[in-house]
């Protein structure tokens, strides 16, 4: 079964650090992989997926099947980025995207 | 409409009633899906549906929860005889079919059972 690991429940950095939100998964198949954000008071959005190759808001996240993993990255932490993040894997199913998550991780940035 | 719409947004009921929780998706997408996310827990699949039918319900916690879908479009996600570990917030999702782009979610009922 497939399964997403997010091993720290909070993540702390000072503003202009870097930010590193680990994730790893186990699937069997070819993994499709997203992470999603969900700022305070706010619903659960997109940030980024991997089949696109962006970069949004400064992050970035490669996938590494080596490692089966697929961190979320940024050179230099943002106050707005405090948030709660939470890594996704897709399972195509019927016909649709069913998505496995992780339990997320807080990202606190302090000044 | 625009986004994903859910009602009501907060929810307290007394132990032991049955709620309803209402999803309005995105029109024209197919794929509809409701989630629970508790506190340390994340995010939990309950149900999914392509359409009006329910391909995949592995996620509901107990014959307790059900789940409609009519016209394509609008969910109720029914919930009977509530118990106190049900409280959290159920969120909804959309996507088109077969979308890479991931889904479109709800702000989620907060359900408090009391």
């Known amino acids: 079964a497939q399964r997403v690991t997010q091993p720290e429940k909070l993540l702390s950095v000072f503003k202009g650090a870097p930010v590193e939100l680990k994730c790893n998964y186990s699937y069997s198949g070819s993994p499709e992989l997203f992470w999603y954000v969900q700022y305070s008071r706010q619903r659960l959005q997109l940030l980024l997926r991997?089949?696109s190759r962006e970069s949004i808001k400064g992050f970035t996240a490669d996938l590494n099947k080596g490692e089966t993993s697929f961190h979320l990255k940024k050179p230099f932490a943002q106050e707005e980025d405090s948030a709660m993040y939470y890594c996704?894997?897709?399972?195509?199913?019927?016909?649709?995207?069913?998505?496995?998550f992780g339990t997320g991780t807080q990202l606190k940035v302090e000044l | 409409g625009a986004g994903v719409s859910q009602s009501p947004s907060n929810k307290v009921t007394e132990k032991g009633k049955d709620v309803e929780l209402r999803c309005d998706p995105i029109s024209g997408h197919t794929a509809l899906y409701w989630y629970r996310q508790s506190l340390g827990q994340g995010l939990e699949f309950l149900i999914y549906f392509q359409g009006n039918s329910a391909p995949d319900k592995s996620g509901l916690p107990s014959d307790r929860f059900s789940a409609e879908r009519t016209g394509g479009s609008v969910s109720t996600l029914t919930i009977q005889r509530t118990q106190q570990e049900d409280s959290a917030v159920y969120l909804c999702a959309s996507s088109l079919l077969f979308s890479g782009t991931g889904y479109t979610f709800g702000s989620g009922t907060r359900l408090t059972v009391v």
């Open positions: 991997h089949i």
């Open positions: 996704a894997l897709a399972l195509v199913t019927g016909g649709g995207n069913k998505l496995t």
